[in-house]
């Protein structure tokens, strides 16, 4: 059973923690990554249904996401791809520090965006 609140408030720790995503292809790739690598330890991390698409794996669900989030003020997508956390959705974040903590999900999404900097994220 899918928890999409969870996918919602993973996604926008992602966001926070890698400051801005540029391009949707990107953080396609980036949460599809993610979910590869929390996959065993943590696999209600980001369980959307991703599918093979032209530019990498896709999920309809993820990009429903997006439009929800900004849609609710908590996202902005700035020059049509750029993507950022509004100061109200960190402040919502701030409520759930000790489940990031617990799960050490922030570290770990350093890791995978450090990849992404580096050109390293093939999927």
């Known amino acids: 059973m899918k928890n999409h609140s969870l996918n919602k408030l993973f996604l926008l720790r992602l966001l926070q923690d890698s400051k801005t995503i540029e391009g949707e292809v990107r953080l396609q790739k980036l949460v599809y990554k993610a979910k590869l690598f929390f996959k ?70 350093r890791q995978i965006i450090q990849e992404n900097q580096r050109g390293e994220i093939h999927v």
């Open 40 to 109: 065993e330890e943590h696999p209600f991390i980001f369980d959307y249904l991703f599918e093979e698409f032209y530019f990498g794996p896709y999920s309809e669900e993820l990009k429903i996401d997006l439009e929800k989030l900004l849609e609710a003020k908590l996202i902005k997508k700035e020059n049509f791809e750029k993507y950022t956390v509004t100061k109200l959705a960190i402040t919502n974040l701030e409520m759930f520090k000790e489940l990031f903590e617990k799960l050490k999900i922030d570290e770990k999404f």
